[in-house]
Nanobody
Framework: QVQLVESGGGLVQAGGSLRLSCAASGRTFSSYAIGWFRQAPGKEREFVAAINSIGGGTYYSDSVKGRFTISRDNAKNTLYLQMNSLNPEDPAVYYC?????????????????WGQGTQVTVSS
């Protein structure tokens, strides 16, 4: 089992950057595929990015590809999401999620562990 705690959200101007972190408990963090999802008010939770448990393979939604970068530091049990060129479509609560899978998936149903979320707000 793993527990996840996100941090790093906040208010940023359009075009700015933020780095989200997701700290995980447990000694087997490296065995989990990890993903980032987001949910804006009145909208469904949507996939943002994910990274495999091994091999470092990454996946991105079309809306963030080229602007966001997902990475993990297994020694620190931490997942990151570097977000650049933030725009008015990016504000949401961002969640990290963990899966027992080796290869990450892009659907929320594929993840069994979730953090509490961190709010990202973008001002124009």
């Amino acid at each position: 089992q793993v527990q996840l705690v996100e941090s790093g959200g906040g208010l940023v101007q359009a075009g700015g950057s933020l780095r989200l972190s997701c700290a995980a408990s447990g000694r087997t963090f490296s065995s989990y595929a990890i993903g980032w999802f987001r949910q804006a008010p009145g909208k469904e939770r949507e996939f943002v990015a994910a990274i495999n448990s091994i091999g470092g393979g990454t996946y991105y939604s079309d809306s963030v590809k080229g602007r966001f970068t997902i990475s993990r530091d297994n020694a620190k049990n931490t997942l990151y999401l570097q977000m650049n060129s933030l725009n008015p479509e990016d504000p949401a609560v961002y969640y990290c999620a963990a899966s027992h899978r080796i290869v990450a998936v892009t659907t929320a149903e594929g993840y069994g562990y979730w953090g509490q979320g961190t709010q990202v707000t973008v001002s124009s």
